[in-house]
């Protein structure tokens, strides 16, 4: 069954360092992947999404993902974090690709300290 | 900018009364979708409705859910007898279509069965 794994419960970051959350992924054939960001009070905001083509893509608010099959990861990268990205960060992976059921990661809280 | 909201905020209700979780999607959008989240535990998908129908449904939304499009602007989530268990964070998302199509998600309703 397709299924996303997300190790890190919380991160801290200092801000202006780099940033990578994890996230792995359990899908038969090529997966369609999401990253969403949630601020507290928000729904759900999508950054960005994967189903093809170019294994890295680039999403809103700098942050960019890469796909590597080899080892089933989606994970989701910014070179230099802001205060105002702690938030909690979700990978998702669409059920079947004609489909509509997002099946979600536990989700990571990213903390920024000064 | 449009935006996905739902009401109320936060319902507190008993066990075995009826709750009805209301959203309005964003207005062009033809997908319409509920989510729930059960505190620290992922985001789940519930069910997703298109022109009028349940298009898919996860083994959650059992027939103690309904899902409802009353008029043009409103989407419903009834719980007819709610449960302990049913206390989550409800999301409401909608979208213009099915598989990559984006997903905007509503700040969510938090219900809790006491």
């Known amino acids: 069954a397709q299924s996303v794994t997300q190790p890190d419960i919380h991160i801290t970051v200092s801000e202006g360092a780099s940033l990578e959350l994890r996230c792995n992924y359990s899908?038969?054939?090529?997966?369609?992947l999401f990253w969403y960001v949630q601020s507290p009070g928000q729904g759900l905001q999508l950054l960005l999404k994967?189903?093809?083509?170019?294994?890295l893509v680039q999403g809103i608010k700098g942050f960019e993902a890469e796909f590597k099959r080899s080892q089933s990861s989606f994970n989701l990268r910014k070179p230099s974090v802001h205060w105002s990205d702690a938030a909690e960060y979700f990978c998702?992976?669409?059920?079947?690709?004609?489909?509509?059921?997002?099946?979600f990661g536990k989700g990571t809280t990213l903390s920024v300290s000064s | 900018e449009p935006e996905v909201t739902q009401t109320p905020s936060h319902q507190v209700t008993q066990m075995g009364q009826e709750v009805i979780l209301r959203c309005v999607p964003i207005?062009?959008?033809?997908?319409f979708y509920w989510y729930r989240q059960i505190l620290g535990q992922k985001v789940e998908f519930l069910v997703s409705?298109?022109?009028?129908?349940?298009?898919?449904k996860s083994e959650i939304f059992d027939d103690q859910f309904s899902v409802e499009r009353p008029d043009g602007s409103n989407f419903t989530l009834k719980i007819r007898s709610t449960k302990l268990e049913d206390s989550a964070m409800y999301f409401c998302?909608?979208?213009?279509?099915?598989?990559?199509?984006?997903?905007?998600f509503g700040p969510g309703t938090r219900l809790t069965v006491l």
């Open positions: 998302a909608s979208g213009q279509g099915q598989g990559l199509n984006e997903q905007f």
């Open positions: 899908y038969g054939a090529t997966p369609y």
């Open positions: 994967y189903f093809s083509g170019d294994t």
């Open positions: 998702a992976v669409l059920k079947n690709q004609a489909g509509t059921a997002l099946i």
């Open positions: 207005s062009n959008h033809l997908y």
């Open positions: 409705f298109y022109n009028n129908e349940i298009s898919e």
